[in-house]
């Protein structure tokens, strides 16, 4: 059975990161302390009515992996079920909330089952595929993401909003920097600027 985590109030911003080496340095100078790398796998799942979407709401399954994706050294080393749905209110001005926040429930789950069939035998299907790789931190009650993706590198910063303002600030970011969008959000507007069409955020095939 999967280990079941309580509700939480997820409270974050994404920043775009222009130099990672930099801003690695950066945040190990806050005295950060790193949690490793890992590859993810994450797809998002939906009714073929697109009913979680249209509420606002996620379904999704983690496959979190050491190694390079494909290689025959590729260990699947956690699967997390997570689930999202919107807060009542959120911080910031009503008309533009300073920050993504949404009622997260997690579980960690049995990484040798079969998860699609699962999900698709309770009417769900995918909807959304995406990859990164992903460097963890904690500082002071913040967990920090240094996420390389297939369409830039991004900084989230997941805590309270003062704990989110000060370590943005210490790495010369302002509000006027915060990402409030998705990774389907970022994905989708960097495919109108390249003119092409949304399918999924992997990387390329090599």
Same mark, same amino acid.
């Given at each position: ?9 997820? *409270? ?7 130099? *990672?080496?930099?801003? @690695? ?9 790193? /949690? #490793? ?19 606002? $709401?996620?379904? /999704? ?7 390079? %994706?494909? @290689?025959?050294?590729?260990? *699947? ?8 749905? %919107?807060?009542?209110? &959120? ?5 533009? %909330? ?6 997260? /429930? ?6 040798? /089952?079969? $998860? ?42 997941? #805590?309270?909003?003062? &704990? *989110? ?9 302002? %509000?006027?920097?915060?990402?409030? #969008?998705?990774? $389907?959000?970022?994905? @989708? ?6 003119? #092409? ?10």
């Amino acid at each position: 059975m999967p280990q079941s985590r309580k509700t939480n109030s997820e *409270i974050e911003v994404k920043l775009r990161v222009t130099d *990672i080496h930099a801003t @690695a340095r950066a945040i190990k100078a806050l005295a950060a302390v790193s /949690r #490793g790398r890992v590859f993810e796998q994450n797809t998002l799942y939906d009714t073929p009515q697109s009913d979680l979407r249209r509420r606002g $709401w996620l379904l /999704r399954v983690r496959m979190e992996a050491s190694g390079k %994706p494909g @290689a025959s050294s590729t260990r *699947i080393r956690r699967v997390l079920l997570t689930s999202k749905a %919107p807060m009542q209110q &959120a911080h910031g001005t009503r008309k533009s %909330p300073r920050y993504k926040e949404r009622a997260e /429930r997690e579980v960690v789950a049995d990484p040798s /089952r079969d $998860w699609p069939s699962s999900l698709a035998a309770l009417g769900f299907k995918p909807a959304f595929r995406y990859q990164k790789y992903r460097t963890s931190f904690r500082l002071r009650g913040l967990h920090m993401d240094l996420d390389e993706t297939p369409v830039g590198v991004f900084l989230e910063l997941e #805590g309270q909003p003062k &704990a *989110i303002d000060r370590v943005a600030r210490a790495l010369r970011y302002t %509000p006027a920097d915060y990402i409030r #969008g998705t990774y $389907w959000d970022v994905y @989708a507007a960097d495919c109108r600027r390249r003119g #092409g069409e949304p399918k999924n955020m992997v990387f390329a095939a090599k």
